[in-house]
Structure formats: C-alpha cells, structure tokens
C-alpha cells in the first residue's frame, strides 16, 4: 500500500511532515548529551552547594526552588510553541528538563517540537524517554508510533500501537493505524481481518469499511472496494469520507454517471456540501457542462466565503459563456475583497480586451507588477492595444519602461523590435535584437527574430547565418527550418539543402500551406515544374487567401504552359494582395502572359492554326 493510503490514517497534524523520512534501523541513534535532548539519565544533582564546615558533603538545592524553575521555563516552553517559535521552545522544554528530568509530558512536547523543526531522531529519542518514564502517556506513545511510521520501521510502530490498544481498548485511532501499518507491509489478509474485528463495533463499523475500501483499492480489487464503500454508508450515510471515496471509484472506473449519483444523492439527503460540490463542479466542467458547474461553485462560494479561488472559477466560466458583462461584475466584486489580486486584474484587463474597451484593458495590465509572473504578457498585452489603437508612441513606451524594470524578458526585446518593424525601422529593430541576443544566448527564438529583421533589412547572408544559430539551439524549430529553406530558394543558392530544410520542417508540421508552399517553390527552381504543380495546388488548397501562394502556383501554371490557369491565379493574387509594390509585380505578370498569348495567336493564325497549348509531355522538367 502506498504512502498516500498509509495517509488516509494518520490522523495526528504534524506526524506527515516527516513522512519522507526513510531512517533505517541503525540510523534512530541514541544521544544521551543535554544539548542533544537526549533521554532521561539516572538521576542526578546537577546543583548542590557544599554544606556548612564540611566542602566535602553535598546538600540539595530545596525542592521549591527546582519546581519554581521547571515551571518558569516550562511556561516560557509554552508560550514560544503557541508563537510557533520551536526553536526558543525546544531551548526552554531543555532547560525544563534540567530541573525536572523525569517528567514525561515535558519529554513528550518537546520531542512535538522537534518534530516541527524536522529533528526526527532526537524526538524519537524523547519519545521513547516519555514512554519509559510513564509507560501510559498515550500521546507520548502515539507520537513515538508516528514517527517510527515515518522511519518505515513498522514492526516498532506497530508494538506501540498495541500496547495503546491494551492500555485503551476503546482507543480507535491506535485500531486504525494497526490496520493501515499490516496493509502497508503487503500483509493484507491480516489487515482485512483486523478491520472487519473493528467493524464489529458498531460505533467504528463506517470507520473500519471505509478503510477496507482504501486497502482494497491498492490492491486493484474495484469490487470488493466497492462493496466495503457501500457497507461503510449503510452503516453511516452521511459519512461524507466515504461518499468522497465511492465517487473517486466510480470515477476512475470511467462511471461518471455513477459518481454523480452518489454525489448528488449525498446533496440531496444532507444538504449541500462544498467538499462534494468540488468534485461535482469538476466533473461538470470536463463535461463542458458549464451551468452546472457554475451552480456547485455557487454552493461552495455560499459556504466559503472566503474562498476566492471559487469565485475566481465562477468568473472564469462566464467568461467561457462569454458573458462578459457578468464576468466584470463578478470580477470586480472580487477586487473589493482582494484589491492586489495580480491575476483578477488580468483577467478583468483580458475581458475588457474582448470587449474592445482597450483604455479599460490597458488600466488593469497597467497593474500588474514587475514581480508578478504575469508581468510579461500583461506588458505585452498593453503596448499591443496602444497599437491597436495606433497609438505607436505609447506602446515604444510601454516596451521601454518594461525593459528598464525587466530586462531579463527575452519576450520584451522580440516584442519591442517588432514595433519598430512596423514602423519600417527594421535596421533599428535588428540592432535591437542583436543585443538580446548577446545576453540570451541560447534563445533560440530571438535568434529567429533577429533573421528576420536582418531580411527584412538587407541583410541576406546575416539572415541566414542567424536562422542557422536557430538551427543549431533548436534542430527542430519549424519557423527558422522553413524560413531558411525558402530563403536560400529565393537566393537560389544551394537548393539541395534548401529543400531538405523544408522537408524537414513538413515532417514535423504536416499540412501546413506556407511550408507546403515553400516545397513547392523549391522544386519550381529546381526545374521540376510538373511536381512544383502538384505540390504548390495543395499548397493553395490549404491556404487559398494567400497572394504569395496563388502567385507562385501561377508561377508553376505559367512555366507549365498552363496560361489559363496560370491567369486565373495572378487575378486571385492581386485580389488578395494588400502591398501596392507586389500588385504592380503581379499585373506585369498579368501583362507578360498576355502578350504571350498574344503572340501565340499571332504565330497560330500565321500557320493557318488554333491557340492550341502544346502537351504537356513537350514540357521540359529538367
């Protein structure tokens, strides 16, 4: 049985704190020194003062005076551990013991203490100090079982566990453990047997088959769990532990129907509950079925007040309902009880975005600190509706100020340059990305970036030697694969490369039309005009609202002695095309084929003959 069942048990807080300690055997040392909290040494009189006329002899100190100082320290003990302050507590229980070494309790807050600051072998060692002195200090004991639990020194635990049981045999806690430590040492049949011993008291019945139900679960017998689950609620319907564990079962087992059942039979009979309303809600958002998730949030919001994280999913599904009025509301009413709440301002900034109220938006990511984890998508987000809004000063701005706060946001600088880049400054964004580079060397992105910027700017062979850098952070980067091989096809440089570039990036991005087309422009240069064709019409199909795409199909059409064809997709291009320069390109294509057809006609009629295009098996591909 695993740690996570084991869990299920351990019902002391603080015991689980330790729970990932696995101390062997020889490791539990014993540390009879004071400054170690060691146990319990014979008794001695550290304090005597020599009596009259005799040096030799010794004379106790009075018993009042060591009382009053126990109970001085002691109280000190106490008042450090209701601080939480463990360390001057553990410091004070030590001095306690200095006057008082026998005393058991003392032994036992102490080792309690040493628990919290993680010092397991000398509160084992208190512990077992606590018991010895008084063999029935039951919370001494059961934090010694705890602890010998944690240590996975289980054949100890369970004698501690025992002697609790004998000494208190109405002790249910002990009982309990004993059962989960047998499981937890693969001895099932005796842990099943132990528990069904339990069951017999009435009192522990739900108690004793609700962990029958666990172990069975580890053991992967669903049935058996299932039927210790239901005898567990015959015995105690409102047992909501129980409910919770059914419904986990039903869940696993891919009934969900079932586990709403029980969930909701459970709400029906006790009233609502926020425990089963979570999973509920849960299940009904993976089931998309939105409305009634919201109105299980709403309960456990009803019960909770102070539970924002609900809240905060209520808002959530208005806004996937797109309700996004109601989403303001219900995110600004959870500002008035958590104002610096970092992530309702960027929700609330990401509704007013869909809203189009982008002076709304931008107030909200505005917000949102240098600190915080959504400072640079809300950075981003903000100079990205000023640009929206062609407010191009503002977002420069915004960028700039971002990366004086933050420098070390490699998504600023991206960002940043490709505003500059809108503004036709892409010597100046490329400058900008060379120093990002410099102090984010292994970014593979910016590198990226950067290529582009270089394109963009001129500068070819810069270009490419950046997108190799991609290549070489990144082998798999599709973008820089593509925009590499398309590159050196533009260049109509070392083709062969080119096209394996941009098979490359194919493979690890099927069915994209840009990098569909890319193959097909490669092969076009190639002078394998008939596969350019073929290749360049998926391409179209895939991405038919692209200039470049139909112009280069045109292309192939055109070389293909394809003229109608190749004339329908020009017309398409320059229908799509928005850059004045490329539509005064593309009508010269337009102008060159008629004037070929032109003097085709010319030469048909000249022959006595009809325009009539040449086989295609004329064509050369080579």
């Known amino acids: 049985m695993t740690q996570r069942v084991i869990a299920a048990f351990l019902l002391l807080n603080g015991l689980m704190a330790c729970s990932t300690a696995t101390k062997k055997s020889s490791e539990i040392t014993t540390d009879n020194t004071l400054t170690d909290a060691g146990p319990a040494k014979p008794k001695v009189n550290p304090m005597r003062k020599p009596a009259s006329g005799d040096p030799a002899s010794g004379q106790v100190i009075d018993p009042a005076f060591l009382r ?56 084992v060692d208190q512990a077992e100090s606590a018991v010895t002195i008084n063999p029935k200090h039951t919370e001494a004991r059961m934090l010694l079982a705890g602890l010998y639990t944690s240590s996975k020194l289980f054949d100890k635990a369970l004698e501690q566990y025992a002697i609790i049981s004998k000494n208190e045999p109405d002790n249910i806690e002990a009982a309990l453990y004993i059962g989960a430590l047998l499981a937890e040492e693969k001895k099932f049949d005796e842990s099943v047997k132990h528990f069904k011993k339990v069951a017999k008291n009435k009192k522990y019945t739900h108690l004793a088959y609700y962990y029958l139900g666990r172990i069975e679960l580890e053991r992967h017998r669903d049935k058996e769990a299932e039927q210790a689950f239901l005898k567990a609620l015959s015995a105690k319907p409102d047992f909501i532990e129980t409910t919770v564990a059914l419904g986990y079962l039903y869940e696993e087992k891919q009934k969900v129907d079932e586990a709403i059942r029980v969930y909701r039979t459970y709400q029906e009979k006790f009233g609502p509950s926020a425990k089963i309303a979570t999973n509920l809600g849960r299940i009904y958002m993976d089931k998309d079925e939105y409305d009634l998730a919201y109105k299980q949030f709403a309960i456990i919001a009803d019960q909770e007040a102070d539970n924002l994280n609900v809240r905060v999913k209520m808002a959530l599904i208005l806004i996937e309902q797109k309700k996004f009025q109601e989403a303001v509301a219900s995110l600004k009413e959870i500002l008035k009880t958590a104002p610096d709440a970092e992530k309702i301002h960027f929700y609330l900034a990401a509704v007013y975005e869909e809203l189009k109220d982008y002076p709304g938006a931008v107030e909200h990511f505005k917000i949102i600190p240098p600190s915080s984890v959504l400072y640079a998508e809300a950075v981003v987000h903000q100079a990205y509706l ?56 292994k970014d593979d992105q910016l590198y990226f970036y950067l290529g582009s910027m270089q394109d963009k700017s001129g500068q070819k062979n810069a270009s490419i030697s950046s997108m190799r850098k991609v290549l070489e952070l990144n082998p798999d980067h599709v973008q820089a694969l593509n925009y590499l091989g398309y590159t050196l096809t533009e260049m109509n440089q070392d083709l062969e490369s080119a096209e394996a570039y941009i098979r490359r990036a194919l493979k690890l991005k099927p069915n994209d039309g840009y990098i569909t087309d890319s193959l097909g422009w490669v092969l076009f240069h190639k002078g394998q005009f008939k596969d350019a064709v073929v290749i360049l019409e998926g391409a179209y199909k895939l991405k038919p609202d692209e200039s470049i795409i139909a112009e280069h199909l045109g292309d192939a059409y055109m070389r293909y002695s394809l003229r109608d064809k190749a004339r329908i997709m020009y017309e398409k291009a320059v229908s799509l095309e928005s850059d004045e320069t490329n539509i005064v390109k593309i009508k010269q294509k337009i102008s060159d084929l008629d004037k070929i057809v032109k003097q085709s006609q010319m030469q048909n009629s000249q022959l006595g003959g009809d325009d009539i295009r040449s086989p295609a098996a004329t064509v050369d591909n080579n």
């Open 386 to 441: 000023e640009k929206l809004q062609n407010n191009y000063n503002k977002a420069m701005s915004v960028m700039e100020n971002a990366l004086n706060k933050r420098s070390d946001v490699p998504q600023f600088y991206s960002f940043y340059a490709s505003l500059l880049d809108d503004q036709k400054k892409s010597a100046k964004a490329a400058d900008v990305l060379e120093n990002a580079v410099k102090r984010f060397p």
């Open 68 to 123: 009053s100082q126990a109970d001085y320290h002691f109280s000190l003990a106490e008042a450090y551990a209701l601080d939480g302050d463990s360390q001057k507590a553990i410091d004070e229980y030590k001095l306690t013991l200095v006057y008082d070494p026998d005393s058991a309790p003392v032994r036992y807050k102490l080792a309690a203490e040493l628990v919290k600051k993680g010092q397991f072998v000398q509160a």
